[in-house]
């Protein structure tokens, strides 16, 4: 253990030097030749700042991910009596023998997998990215861990991923709502102790006789109350005497239902919202006001229920294109998580993506202690500010998290630009989206992207707003933007 670490560190060492004296000559190329000005300069510095700490940082976390593997196995056998499996060293290979799962190296077999008695699962919806997360610590020991694999397909064993989707299929025994690691509070629970299979949701407005609905879809790691404690307020009487106006919690998040046994896949996360909303509510007809994970909910909405989008506004969209010749889960979760100490929201954005321990950990010290941190809020600002923002962030299982992560935002990559097509082609209704030009996390050319693949959608960039600020902190202004859109939307 000790001699492999250190050999890690002097890898560590000997790359960071190269690094170092390649940014060092570029530097002296680019200033002393190409006489570049000193704000280039600077920017050259900071750049190798950046790149040098990222460098050892992520280096100390690939490390560290391994290690916490070995440690969360063995205190979940210890705590739930049972192995429990990881996405760590699993190849998308081998055949459950019981015949209900197929997976291939090739992609070419897609059979369907059983999650519950009333969802199924297509296995093109898992994200490769699940599995196939490229490490320093991993590359060095790819042969050890090929070597294994191959000893396992001799002796007929599946593979770490076939074992994963047969928990998820029920092929073990039933598990507690929550795991050990997650909260069991009343908020974050009361779903497990409902009848109900279906999202929590929170409407406003027109009871009866209702011919004009509003769809609100959050982001990543937020809730509803990104909508209710923000625009709900400010929108006028006249529009909530008419409109009836619809903020869910997603699938894992807030107050809604966390089951352990689901994979938050794209078609789950839709299926719930029309069992939520769509269906018990009779909705025909609706806008849909969706930020930045939603918005990729949103389209698949919006392809699927063509006639019945009267207006499709989009804050902070996702897309960015895929080069020819990339894998489109595997680009889109590196621009999402560049694996950059600095911007700090792209930090956290790596961390919870590339890494299935490191994210855990994180989720058990804020999540499963989310009232100690709300207090502790309270009581450092004496409860002058208001903690729904901390509240929609700290409300979800790490299971929620990991899984829509990387099944819809990476492993939609390659379906996004088909809906953007459908939506030019198919769909009637107008298209807005709103960008904040100091957004570090999605970038503006994302919204450029759209406009590209949309050419009637309109695009507005925000200026000092960021990926928050975009509605945080000017809610009047958009809620009153927002009643324009819908007033002159267009009729399908």
């Known amino acids: 253990m000790f001699t492999s670490f250190t050999i890690l560190i002097i890898l560590i060492y000997k790359l960071m030097w190269v690094v170092v004296m390649g940014e060092m ?95 199924k699962l297509q296995l093109d919806e898992v994200s490769d990215t699940l599995y196939t997360r490229p ?42 709502a929550t795991r050990w690691s997650d909260c069991d509070c009343d908020t974050c629970n009361a779903w497990s102790r409902s009848c109900k299979d279906t999202l929590f949701v929170h409407m406003e407005g027109r009871k009866d006789n209702v011919s004009e609905n509003v769809l609100f879809i959050h982001g990543f790691i937020s809730s509803s109350a990104f909508w209710t404690e923000t625009l ?21 998040f807030g107050k809604s239902p966390k089951p352990r046994e689901s994979l938050y896949t794209m078609k789950e996360h839709v299926d719930m919202i029309e069992r939520s909303v769509l269906e018990p509510y009779k909705v025909e007809s609706f806008h849909i006001v969706a930020h930045s994970l939603g918005c990729i909910l949103a389209l698949a909405l919006a392809v699927k ?30 621009k999402v998580a560049p694996r950059q100490v600095w911007p700090l929201i792209a930090f956290g954005a790596s961390m919870a993506c590339w890494y299935e321990h490191v994210s855990r950990t994180i989720c058990l010290l804020i999540c499963k202690h989310h009232r100690t941190w709300e207090f502790l ?96 902190g000017r809610q009047k202004d958009f809620a009153r933007e927002l009643e324009q859109i819908w007033k002159t939307s267009k009729t399908n």
């Open 25 to 119: 000559f570029s530097i002296i190329f680019n200033v002393g030749v190409m006489k570049k000005t000193s704000r280039s300069v600077l920017g050259f510095i900071g750049k190798l700042i950046n790149d040098l700490l990222s460098f050892v940082v992520f280096s100390v976390l690939d490390f560290l991910d391994v290690l916490l593997c070995y440690v969360y196995k063995i205190v979940d056998f210890f705590v739930e009596n049972e192995w429990k499996s990881c996405y760590c060293s699993a190849p998308k290979q081998a055949v459950i023998n019981r015949g209900n799962i197929l997976v291939s190296e090739n992609g070419e077999a897609k059979k369907i997998v059983c999650l519950t008695s009333s969802t």
């Open 232 to 252: 709900f307020p400010n929108f006028s009487r006249s529009v909530k005497s008419k409109y009836r106006l619809f903020a869910v919690d997603l699938l894992g």
């Open 305 to 334: 229920y063509p006639k019945s989008v009267k207006s499709l506004t989009l804050l902070a969209p996702p897309y960015f294109p895929t080069p020819k010749g990339e894998d489109a889960a595997q680009y889109m979760m590196r």
């Open 135 to 176: 490490s320093r610590v991993v590359e060095m020991s790819k042969i050890t861990v090929k070597r294994r694999n191959v000893a396992g397909q001799r002796t007929g064993q599946p593979s770490v991923m076939v074992k994963m989707l047969r928990e998820k299929t029920g092929g073990h025994k039933s598990h507690p």
């Open 377 to 472: 809020t309270k009581l450092i600002t004496r409860d002058r500010i208001r903690t729904y923002l901390v509240d929609g962030f700290c409300c979800h299982t790490h299971n929620a998290a990991w899984h829509t992560l990387h099944n819809v935002i990476s492993g939609t990559a390659a379906k996004i630009e088909g809906y953007l097509d459908m939506v030019q082609k198919r769909l009637n209704c107008n298209v807005h989206v709103f960008h904040g030009q100091d957004d570090e996390l999605i970038p503006v050319e994302c919204s450029d992207n759209v406009k590209t693949k949309v050419p009637r959608a309109n695009v507005r960039i925000v200026e000092n707003k960021d990926h928050i600020t975009i509605v945080v």
